[in-house]
């Protein structure tokens, strides 16, 4: 490759390392528009793809419930995972929750919400009759 060529793909890998740098997880988990699966990495390098459930704030943090699309070993294909949005990182990373205390209480919430939107669909749909 000559020189020109050379810096160009140097210019570009330096674009691309500045956006990585300036992306954080927040940003996808909070946007409300977004259907795209997530992709997250485990402790091995392997890329693992995620369907995003719910996001739940309890106690002043911000917890993600993730589906996984690929086979986790020890996940059966009906669970999803409880996941806390490590802010204290930069950027955010995303943790699998340990404390199963807190992964209920973060599972009882979300089928709380569920729960109490099913309430409002029935409302509204009686009140449209």
């Known amino acids: 490759m000559d020189k020109k060529k050379m810096e160009k793909v140097e210019q570009i890998l330096n674009q691309v390392e500045q956006e990585l740098s300036n992306f954080d997880i927040l940003d996808v988990i909070l946007d409300e528009n977004n259907t795209d699966e997530l992709v997250l990495q485990n402790e091995q390098g392997k890329q693992i793809r ?19 699309i690929d086979k986790i070993e020890g996940v059966e294909d009906d ?29 009882d919430e979300y089928y709380n919400l569920v729960e109490e939107a099913n309430k409002n669909a029935k409302k509204n749909k009686k009140g449209k009759k």
């Open 79 to 107: 669970q999803a995972i409880v996941f806390l949005a490590d802010e204290t990182k930069r950027p955010t990373v995303l943790v699998p929750e340990q404390d199963e205390k807190i992964a209920i209480k973060i599972f």
């Open 50 to 68: 995620f369907e995003q459930v719910a996001v739940i704030p309890y106690n002043e943090k911000i917890y993600v419930i993730l589906k996984p």
